[in-house]
């Protein structure tokens, strides 16, 4: 039995393997009998001559219109030609830009040997040096390679990038008081500034609702006889943290409304984790920059606090700053890490001390004895963005940048800032390339200046007079890429560019003061009525100036004051009693109750003694019937020949006879 062929009489299927197209046809049959058989009855289930010559006019016409190559086999590659035709086509293209750098320094024989080495190295890899580690074209004139040879750097050009994105260019001046700025905090969007000073108010200022008038939407003073040393916006933007000069610190909303108080500590005890808050001034505070509800406070009592807003009644945890000796110093600033794993503060021995958050706050992780001098306040603290190190703005007129996995001594130093305030900022640049710090006004200064040095290597990029003022605290807010200077002469000094920077003070420039309307006071309601008879018919006035004189002729209407009875026109109604009236006052009372002190006053009663007893009206009639009748005692005295005798004296003042 034939295998893959099914046949019923003269109907045949045909299972087996379909026919491949690169196969040849099958030979015709070579007997009539058997084509005979193919198209008697029903036929076969194959294809019939119609479907046959269907198909040979379609591909006759498919190779005419030029797709008949569709579907059929892929086109094949060779990838060893087409590698060597992209290796020859770049050792031409590499010739063809050696000789344009020939023909360049033909016209500028001023070469400097650098082009020439560059040159050298791009002939070489030309000729297939693998050890070479340069790749790629020559380099135009005027760039340079760095040491390590891994990519071409312009140092001039790179300054110049650095100077364009500082937002130096335009300056807006907020008026918050006559003393120090010493606060300064802006929101994490940028709609919102908040600003302390030494003159014990904090104000909100709003960019969006300000126009040309610069004033504050809200002012008020958190406690009275402090000076305000820091304020904070959390890191949602929803609450102000206020730290004065006093032991509590207060947590106010983005409107200005105080949310509660933290807790005052018990000064008696000597153990300061036993007490539930400060007990000493604060001198810093800040927020958590991951945990909106944690906040970090430090106080002269020696300890550095952590709060959280759901109990500011005690305190979550008590950190405190042991000196060499091991005895307490008293921090000076404390700041949180980016990440918020490290809680960092300054002391006045000049240390610089750091505690891991995830562990017990026993334990110094980083401990930096000599940051800077004993005795000095250290006044800034700043964590770079990439956590890798960390700024210090001391009181010995330095500021020192940190690499935070080797403190033993400073990356950088630079000296010669005079700083004269125990809250001066240092900060990082959005683009953490820059360190930015203020100095203050020294003997023969004019104006107080703002530093930028360039962080790997601590060049001074930009040195800006920011008026006739100290420079104590700076803001660069990174979305806004705009920088707010709190001054000593009592302004916030915004500074930015209106190509680089956006929203925040750009706004505020771009507004105008709006007109004040002047209503017109109606001092009474006036009904028209077109259609009433002219005895009903109220005058109308275009305006209401003659009306407010009409008015003020009516002494009634303009609530005048009574005119003075006396000639001489002075002193009003009181100038008949006097030219005060406490003296007004008692005269005529004086007058009225004036009672004559001449004579008896028993006599002046008992004359209405005898009208009294006649006509009776209150008292006697009421007591007439029980009343008793008054017996008066009679003072008599004896005398030898037992006679008395009526005396005026009382029986106590008699003289006992012997």
Request: contains cysteine; glycine residues 8%; hydrophobic residues 30%.
């Given at each position: 039995m034939n295998k893959g062929k099914i046949s019923f009489g003269k109907i045949g299927l045909s299972l087996g393997k379909p026919k491949e197209p690169d196969q040849a046809p099958p030979a015709e049959p070579s007997n009539k009998e058997e084509k005979n058989e193919e198209s008697a009855g029903f036929g076969s289930f194959g294809k019939f001559q119609h479907q046959k010559e269907q198909k040979q006019s379609e591909d006759e016409i498919a190779a005419m219109m030029g797709f008949s190559g569709f579907g059929k086999k892929a086109k094949e590659f060779d990838i060893d030609t087409l590698v060597e035709e992209t290796r020859k086509s770049a050792i031409d293209r590499n010739k063809t830009n050696i000789e344009k750098m020939l023909t360049q320094q033909a016209e500028n024989p001023k070469s400097s040997s650098s082009a020439e080495t560059k040159r050298e190295k791009s002939t070489a890899t030309e000729e297939g040096d693998e050890d070479d580690d340069f790749v790629g074209p020559p380099l135009p004139p005027g760039m340079s390679i760095d040491k390590s040879g891994s990519a071409p750097v312009e140092e001039e050009e790179d300054n110049e990038d650095e100077r364009r994105r500082m937002p130096l260019s335009h300056e807006l001046v907020l008026e918050h008081g006559t003393k120090t700025v010493s606060g300064l905090a802006v929101d994490p969007s940028g709609s919102r500034l908040v600003s302390g000073g030494l003159d014990y108010d904090v104000r909100y200022w709003d960019f969006q609702g300000m126009d040309q008038s610069r004033e504050a939407f809200r002012s008020f003073c958190p406690s009275d006889g402090y000076p305000i040393n820091s304020v904070e916006y959390s890191c949602t933007g929803d609450k102000v943290l206020v730290v004065s000069g006093s032991q509590q610190a207060k947590v106010y909303d983005r409107d200005g409304i105080e949310l509660f108080e933290c807790v005052k500590g018990d000064m008696y005890l000597h153990d300061m984790a036993k007490t539930k808050g400060h007990i000493a001034g604060l001198t810093c505070g800040t927020w958590h920059p991951k945990d909106k509800e944690e906040f970090?406070?430090?106080?002269?009592?020696?300890?550095?606090?952590?709060?959280?807003?759901?109990?500011p009644h005690c305190q979550r945890h008590v950190i405190k700053a042991r000196a060499s000796n091991g005895l307490k110093t008293q921090p000076i600033t404390c700041a949180y890490s980016r990440d918020g794993i490290l809680v960092a503060c300054a002391c006045d021995d000049g240390s610089i001390q750091m505690w891991d958050h995830r562990k017990t706050f026993v334990n110094v992780s980083i401990n930096v004895r000599k940051a800077h001098d004993r005795g000095s306040e250290t006044s800034g603290l700043m964590f770079s963005y990439d956590n890798k190190g960390f700024a210090t703005r001391g009181g010995d007129d330095t500021l020192k940048l940190w690499d935070i996995r080797n403190t033993r001594e400073a990356v950088h130093v630079a000296n010669g800032l005079f700083n004269r305030f125990s809250m001066t900022d240092c900060v990082f640049s959005p683009n953490d390339q820059l360190v930015v710090t203020g100095t203050s006004l020294n003997k023969g200064e004019s104006a107080g200046k703002l530093l930028m040095y360039n962080r790997n290597t601590w060049d001074v990029v930009k040195e800006l007079e920011?008026?006739?003022?100290h420079v104590v605290k700076i803001v660069w807010h990174p979305r806004l890429n705009q920088l707010m200077?709190?001054?000593?002469?009592?302004?916030?000094?915004l500074l930015y560019d209106p190509?680089?920077?956006?929203?925040?003070?750009?706004?505020v420039a771009g507004k105008h003061n709006k007109r004040s309307k002047q209503a017109e006071v109606v001092v009474s309601?006036?009904?028209?009525?077109?259609?009433?008879?002219?005895?009903?018919r109220e005058e109308r006035h275009k305006s209401t100036r003659k009306l407010e004189e009409r008015d003020r002729k009516d002494p009634v209407r303009s609530q005048q004051p009574d005119l003075p009875v006396g000639k001489a026109g002075s002193g009003g109604r009181v100038s008949a009693g006097g030219s005060t009236l406490s003296s007004y006052i008692i005269r005529n009372m004086g007058l009225r109750r004036k009672v004559q002190e001449e004579g008896d006053p028993r006599?002046?009663?008992?004359k209405f003694a005898k009208d009294a007893a006649e006509n009776p009206?209150?008292?006697?009639?009421?007591?007439?019937k029980n009343q008793p009748k008054p017996i008066f005692q009679e003072s008599?005295?004896?005398?030898?020949?037992?006679?008395?005798?009526?005396?005026?004296?009382?029986a106590t003042k008699k003289v006992k006879s012997e």
């Open positions: 970090l406070t430090s106080a002269r009592d020696g300890t550095c606090r952590i709060w959280h807003t759901s109990s920011v008026g006739p003022s200077v709190g001054c000593g002469d009592g302004k916030v000094r190509k680089t920077s956006h929203n925040g003070a750009v706004l309601q006036q009904i028209i009525t077109p259609h009433a008879l002219p005895m009903f006599e002046a009663l008992l009206y209150w008292v006697t009639p009421a007591y007439a008599q005295e004896q005398d030898s020949n037992n006679e008395t005798k009526e005396t005026d004296e009382p």
